[in-house]
């Protein structure tokens, strides 16, 4: 979207979604400690959790390339097939294709010629599972804040989004990734 902007530019865009998505996330923070509702404080921390995602996708939006080091992308001993499996990664997967989430980032599916869509797919899948790692710590600083406060509910509230919304979809970046590494035949 603003990946062809001159730097400065594009930094200004990525701080302008950070104020833009701080100041959303303050006013609904505030909102969240005088709220005794479960049910609207819920919805709170959901919009909180988008507005939190919406900083990490302009990232991605300006500084498409943007990545951690390569030692993050690379697999760990504990992930495994069984790893994966074992804590329902493919059960969100299925969830995830079978929803209208499908649509929110259409770029880390298979598409294209053969060889080509391979490389393309695995830097989707880094850049996705990077946007997600962002959020997802971001979120925990909030959560930390919630505990401080003793919101317990609204704690485990946006614990339950931030695993729904961030961890899982870091994992099935990974996994994806992974399997896409054993057919190419590269080896971690």
Known sequence: MFTNKSTYVKIGIVFLAFI??????????????????MFLSTV???CMTWSIIFF?????????YFRFPMYYYKRRKLESELFFKSIGVPIF???LINSFFRYLNRRVYLKGKKGDRFVKFME????SETSHFISLVITIGIQVLLIINYRLYDF???L???????FYPILL???NRFIIEKRMGIHQ
Do not use: D, G
């Open 124 to 127: 989707e899948t880094k850049q």
């Open 44 to 46: 709170i921390l959901f």
């Open 93 to 95: 997967r299925k969830i």
């Open 20 to 37: 833009v998505s701080t100041v959303i996330s303050y006013l609904l923070y505030k909102r969240l400690i005088v709220e005794t509702s």
């Open 173 to 175: 970046q990974r996994m």
């Open 56 to 64: 990490a996708f302009m990232i991605f939006q300006t500084f498409k």
């Open 160 to 166: 339950i989004f931030n695993v729904i919304f961030n």
């Open 156 to 158: 485990l509230m946006l």
